[in-house]
């Protein structure tokens, strides 16, 4: 599992060229679209990926969500960090310096 550290924690996380956050018009469920199909989120993951937008930091992203949830960023940061390692082998993410 890629760390927080390796990640470099003022990493601003975007998504891939070619990848696009979007709803499915027939069920209404979160998804990314890229050009070799089509990735289902969950509720969390597409809390995550809404906020993957280039400009906030890996910090930042923990910070604004452990506000929102009312939990502590070490837990959230943990769960975070494992959905954006994943999005990234899937190369569906990107890490802007």
């Known amino acids: 599992m890629t760390s927080l550290a ?12 070619q990848v696009r956050f979007r709803n ?4 209404g469920e979160p998804v990314l679209l890229y050009p070799e199909g089509v990735l289902v989120l969950n509720a969390t993951a597409a809390d995550i990926v809404k906020r993957c937008d ?6 930042q992203l ?20 494992e959905c954006l390692a994943d999005l990234s082998k ?7 310096p």
């Open 90 to 96: 899937r190369t569906l993410l990107v890490f802007l």
């Open 62 to 81: 923990v910070a604004q969500m452990s506000h929102e949830y009312e939990t502590d960023e070490t837990t959230l940061a943990a769960d975070v960090v």
């Open 24 to 27: 499915d018009p027939v069920s």
């Open 54 to 59: 280039g400009k906030i930091s890996i910090n």
């Open 6 to 17: 390796a990640m470099q924690r003022e990493s601003r996380p975007a998504l891939a060229p």
